[in-house]
Antibody, heavy 118, light 106 residues
Framework: EVQLVQSGAEVEKPGESLKISCKGSGYSFSNYWIGWVRQMPGKGLEWMGLIYPGDSNTRYSPSFQGQVTISADKSISTAYLQWSSLKASDTAMYYC???????????WGQGTLVTVSS | DIQMTQSPSSLSASIGDRVTITCRASQSITSYLNWYQQKPGKAPKLLIYAASSLQSGVPSRFSGSGSGTEFTLTISSLQPEDFATYYCQQSYSTPYIFGQGTKLDI
């Protein structure tokens, strides 16, 4: 069974750094792109970027380029989303998703809620 | 970037109704169009990929059509569990932009 399991909720202060994770199982992790999606409170879905764990090839949305870093460690089947300096506006639910047929998000993690508040 | 315009933004319907949601792309995306359902507090769920292919396990009352720039999601007979928010997404080229969502309620 394909599963993506994300790390738990985080509460951080502005200016702090953070790295959240997404661990895949039940499939060949290296061979499928993993994407990240943001959902701010009460808002819609925003596509952030994706990574191919096999070679760490990464593509970012222009809206998120330079704001976050997407990485992966194929040896432990885990993708990451990280911030070097959080802002209050980063408060959101973050989802990872596997890129499947026709580049769709066929399997999703349960989400990681990030709260940034002083 | 390819922009996606979804309509309506909200929709009220009743059990048993036939419902259609429309998504328009700012340029041709051939058939690289996906539909997701999201319920409160849950991750999105893939319903339709490649414009008209039903994801495994999704009830057949859901169907998708269209190509190029105009696409539709149809629910043939609304069930209680279908009340949710629906999003389209283009996956023709990155960034894979989502539509703004359609909230379907009773």
């Amino acid at each position: 069974e394909v599963q993506l399991v994300q790390s738990g909720a985080e509460v951080e202060k502005p200016g702090e750094s953070l790295k959240i994770s997404c661990k895949g199982s039940g499939y060949s992790f290296s061979n499928y792109w993993i994407g990240w999606v943001r959902q701010m409170p009460g808002k819609g879905l925003e596509w952030m970027g994706l990574i191919y764990p096999g070679d760490s090839n990464t593509r970012y949305s222009p809206s998120f380029q330079g704001q976050v870093t997407i990485s992966a460690d194929k040896s432990i089947s885990t993708a990451y989303l990280q911030w070097s300096s959080l802002k209050a506006s980063d408060t959101a639910m973050y989802y990872c998703a596997r890129r499947g047929s026709a580049n769709s998000g066929d399997y999703w993690g349960q989400g990681t809620l990030v709260t940034v508040s002083s | 970037d390819i922009q996606m315009t979804q309509s309506p933004s909200s929709l009220s319907a009743s059990i048993g109704d036939r419902v259609t949601i429309t998504c328009r792309a700012s340029q041709s995306i051939t058939s690289y169009l996906n539909w997701y359902q999201q319920k409160p507090g849950k991750a999105p769920k893939l319903l339709i990929y490649a414009a008209s292919s039903l994801q495994s396990g999704v009830p057949s009352r859901f169907s998708g059509s269209g190509s190029g720039t105009e696409f539709t999601l149809t629910i043939s007979s609304l069930q209680p569990e279908d009340f949710a928010t629906y999003y389209c997404q283009q996956s023709y080229s990155t960034p894979y932009i989502f539509g703004q969502g359609t909230k379907l309620d009773i």
